[in-house]
């Protein structure tokens, strides 16, 4: 009885606290003044391994100009004609991956798109982008295959580490953490003189998660895992093919360090490249919700209000939902 | 089962009433990085970690901090929407 009454008044406390769905306005989203331009570069935090970095190599360095801009690489302003999707494991990545989809949905089913106006989405999780997957060999933004819209998204570094154990590493089969473990865990991912790591080596290639990599993001972003070469089954139609030697779930997997300008060349992709960083600990944050899907019905051509409300924190989709058909049709780029 | 029904409800109830209490728009503060997960691994394995990601500790904390500036404006300019 007492556990029906608590479930009674925790019932209306939830319908209190629920929010009221966002006003669809006739007007356009304001995306705010130019002038105060969001940049990764000059707000380092105080993180305690920058501090001690020589001040003479922060001030040398200028990575602005190293890297293309993406207007110089696509197809301008134009509407976009591919998402792609850079999955950060552990990290909220089948929620984006359930919102973008939800997205195509309704583009697709949008009374203001011709049906010859497909858009097609792409996702990567295996691999590492590595700056061939950008521009190069195999590119990804260049003007023959349209505009694209990149995504990404970043969760607390270690909780994602965390995860990754619990979910797929040694947490999940054995069941435990302790110090031993997670030692034994990081250790077997260390490389090995010839390339590879153990960990990897003995469990094959068709061993895809549960892996520790150091520094992660940043690998996944740059390719810091050695020198990439374009697979031979490019396709013309999406400039997309496979990338060898970047994939983190094969035996030739080649480890490198991840060092500082790695962590800046990061940083540039991030801030030229990616339209949406997401961050997963905001996800239910309406702002961040209404901005993003603001963000795509512009860069989609739409006029605002046309794409159904569709909030990051409610998107995790499982194999049972009706968007499993569609997440099949997905273009996986490992 | 009634009581595995009771503390999944129980569990959910927090985590909703946790979120929405993080949902206003003026709570977007990029200098408390917030922690996700609360079963951590054993300290010494955290310092281990620590001290090897340090680079992407770096790139997350700065991600923060760019992505609450891109939103902010956005939030601002549509107060009526949001504030």
Redo the contacts between chains.
């Keep these: 009885m007492s ?1 029906i009454i608590l ?1 009674l008044f ?1 019932l209306a ?2 319908s209190a ?3 009221e769905p ?2 669809i ?1 006739d007007s356009e ?5 130019t002038s ?1 331009r ?3 570069h000059n ?3 105080d ?1 305690q ?2 501090l001690d970095e020589p001040a003479a190599r922060k001030k040398n360095y200028q990575s602005k100009n190293i890297l293309p801009t993406k207007e110089e690489l696509t197809a301008g302003p134009a509407p976009i004609k591919r998402i792609f999707l850079r999955r950060m494991r552990k990290a909220g990545s089948t929620t984006v991956f359930g919102f973008l989809l939800a997205i195509m949905k309704d583009y697709s089913s949008s009374p203001a798109v011709a049906r010859s106006s497909n858009i097609t989405f792409d996702r990567m999780e295996y691999s590492s982008l590595n700056l061939g997957c950008l521009f190069g060999s195999a590119p990804l933004l260049t003007k023959p295959y349209g505009t694209v819209f990149l995504v990404t998204h ?6 994602r ?3 990754e ?2 979910f797929a590493g040694p947490g999940k089969t054995i069941g435990v ?3 031993s473990l ?2 034994e865990w ?1 250790a077997l991912s260390r490389p090995l003189p010839g390339g590879g790591a153990l960990r990897i080596t003995s469990m094959g290639a068709g061993f895809n998660a549960g892996i520790y990599f ?5 690998r996944m972003l740059t390719g810091a895992c050695g020198n990439c070469a374009v697979g031979k089954k490019l396709d013309p139609a999406t400039g997309f093919g496979p990338v060898t030697g970047c994939s983190s779930h094969t035996k030739a997997f080649p480890f490198v360090n ?1 060092t ?1 300008e ?2 800046y060349t ?2 540039d992709i ?2 030229h490249y990616f339209d949406a ?6 996800f ?5 919700n ?2 993003l899907q ?1 963000t795509l019905e512009r860069q989609l051509g739409l006029p605002r209000g046309s794409l159904k409300r569709h909030t990051l ?1 409610h998107m995790r989709i499982g194999s049972n939902t009706a968007n499993a058909k569609l997440k099949t049709e997905a273009s996986p780029i490992y | 089962m ?1 009581h595995t029904f ?1 503390f999944s ?2 569990r959910l ?1 927090y985590t ?2 946790s ?2 209490q ?2 206003g ?1 003026t709570q ?1 503060n990029a200098n408390e ?5 609360r ?4 300290p ?3 310092r ?3 001290a ?16 609450s ?10 107060k ?3 504030l």
Excluded: H, M
């Design positions: 556990c479930l925790l406390i939830t606290t629920r929010q966002l006003p306005l989203w304001n995306f705010g003044a105060r969001a940049t990764l707000d380092s935090s993180t391994a920058f970043l969760r607390e570094p270690l909780s580490i965390n995860s154990y619990w953490a302790n110090e997670w030692a990081i150091d520094n992660y993001y940043t991840v500082r790695k962590f990061a940083v991030l801030e960083v997401l961050i997963l600990e905001w239910r944050r309406p702002s961040l209404a901005w603001a924190g | 009634i009771f409800y129980l109830t909703g009433l979120c929405t993080q949902n728009a977007f990085a917030p922690a996700t997960y079963s951590r691994p054993p010494g394995a955290l281990a970690l620590e090897e990601n340090k680079f992407d500790i770096e790139l997350y904390s700065r991600a923060l901090k760019y992505v500036k891109k939103i902010e404006p956005f939030e601002e300019n549509n009526d929407v949001f």
